[in-house]
């Protein structure tokens, strides 16, 4: 049997590695009582245990990203997951619900970082807590701050009472 050498990415791919899929997320009622009857949308992506993203300019000039965990058990065993640039850990957000949370990174090392890394304590998985018919490992979701308008500002909105210094 022939064996070969490890290859490593040259680039990170542009859409980042260690994500699933684009998805659809829903922010409704149940977690946000002031919301509006339509329910919001925006795009966002799960992590599992550690997935990395590039660094984009709009990210680098807005400063935050959005972060959420459905972890069934985090309010017994709460998620941490660490935020990591090239210098080392940037953040650390621990989440106890399901809210949503605006993540704001340091000015200084975010101009410096090229990608950032997300890494959780812990995964779940949908099919064996029997909540969906989805046997993904799932840590937590990011969303990325897009725009100024539409779904993304309604959305920050309702954060502004849960936001994260």
């Known amino acids: 049997m022939?064996?070969?050498?490890?290859?490593?990415?040259?680039?990170?791919?542009?859409?980042?590695?260690?994500?699933?899929?684009?998805?659809k997320s829903l922010i409704g009622r149940h977690f946000y009582p002031g919301?509006?009857?339509?329910?919001?949308?925006?795009?966002a992506r799960w992590t599992g245990m550690q997935?990395?993203?590039?660094?984009?300019?709009?990210?680098?000039?807005?400063?935050?990203?959005?972060?959420?965990?459905?972890?069934?058990?985090?309010?017994r065993r709460p998620v941490c997951v660490d935020i990591i640039g090239e210098q080392g850990c940037m953040?650390?957000?621990?989440?106890?619900?399901?809210?949503?949370?605006?993540?704001?990174?340091?000015p200084d090392q975010l101009k410096q970082t090229k990608t950032l890394t997300f890494r959780v304590?812990?995964?779940?998985?949908?099919s064996l807590v029997k909540v969906?018919?989805?046997s993904r490992d799932l840590g937590i979701v990011v969303a990325l701050p897009e725009f100024d308008e539409g779904p993304y500002f309604l959305f920050e909105h309702l954060l502004q009472s849960r936001e994260e210094a």
Request: charged share 20%.
């Open 2 to 23: 022939t064996v070969s050498p490890p290859s490593f990415f040259e680039a990170l791919p542009e859409d980042g590695i260690g994500f699933h899929p684009w998805a």
């Open 35 to 43: 919301l509006p009857a339509e329910p919001v949308i925006v795009d």
């Open 51 to 75: 997935a990395t993203l590039n660094v984009t300019e709009l990210l680098r000039n807005k400063g935050f990203i959005y972060l959420q965990s459905s972890n069934p058990y985090q309010e």
């Open 91 to 106: 953040k650390r957000a621990w989440f106890w619900n399901g809210h949503w949370k605006k993540i704001h990174l340091p």
């Open 121 to 126: 304590n812990q995964t779940w998985n949908p």
């Open 132 to 134: 969906l018919d989805d």
